[in-house]
């Protein structure tokens, strides 16, 4: 019954790599999220979908490319990964009307070496 | 910074005693919410209060919104050593949901 689910869970690849996380929400909700949560536990968003249609793009580099094909799911894709890529990614989602009350997925750990 | 700022970084308490965080922000919001995130684990949302209102509560724990001095407290009573955990202030304003960098908080049985 997990709500927002992301896989895989933990991912360690080599510096210059294409990787991709995936991310479904069986919750109904509209909006979908991209957090990156860095080793001092500093969380950023980077992409907000509403409905498919992106809606907020913060300074990410263009390596980072999010697709959502559908309003339950919403994957990142990362070109030419860099050591500093090395974080956890959350998904989230969250209802319309909520006053943006976010629910997350699990993460998923990415060791770029 | 459009993010919350919060207080104390960390915190290490014993089982039974209370334990307070703070946050304190810049911008004007909407809401103001608090998560939780233990270790290894997604973020689960715990309260949220919005603008207009000064006190909310949830169980053990109390959240107070002060818009004058732009700051929040969130108050875990009676702690136990399941709490232990890092918790996130979260502004709501402009349309997005902006966090602080937590206080980690280890309640000690």
């Known amino acids: 019954d997990t709500a927002v689910s992301q896989t895989p869970k933990y991912l360690v690849t080599q510096m210059g790599n294409d990787k991709s996380i995936k991310c479904e929400q069986n919750?109904?909700?509209?909006?979908m999220y991209w957090y990156k949560q860095d080793s001092k536990k500093f969380l950023k968003i980077m992409f907000s979908?509403?409905?498919?249609?992106?809606?907020i793009n913060e300074t990410v580099p263009n390596r980072f490319s999010p697709k959502s094909p559908d309003k339950a799911h919403l994957n990142l894709h990362i070109n030419s990964l860099e050591l500093g890529d090395s974080a956890v990614y959350f998904c989230?989602?969250?209802?319309?009307?909520?006053?943006?009350?976010?629910?997350f997925g699990e993460g998923s750990w990415l060791t770029v070496v | 910074s459009q993010q919350g700022e919060e207080d104390p970084q960390a915190l290490s308490i014993q089982e039974g005693e209370n334990a307070t965080m703070n946050c304190s922000y810049k911008t004007s919001i909407n809401n103001l919410q608090w998560y939780r995130q233990n270790s290894g684990r997604g973020l689960v949302h715990l309260i949220l209060?919005?603008?207009?209102?000064r006190e909310k509560h949830s169980g053990r724990l109390r959240v107070t919104l002060d818009t004058s001095k732009k700051s929040s407290s969130l108050l875990i009573t009676a702690s136990r050593a399941a709490d232990t955990a890092s918790y996130f202030c979260?502004?709501?304003?402009?349309?997005?949901?902006?966090f602080g960098q937590g206080t980690e908080l280890s309640v000690k049985p």
């Open positions: 979908y509403n409905n498919k249609e992106l809606i």
């Open positions: 919750l109904g909700h509209d909006t």
């Open positions: 979260a502004l709501n304003g402009g349309g997005k949901l902006i």
């Open positions: 989230a989602s969250s209802p319309r009307g909520s006053g943006n009350t976010i629910y």
């Open positions: 209060i919005r603008s207009n209102e």
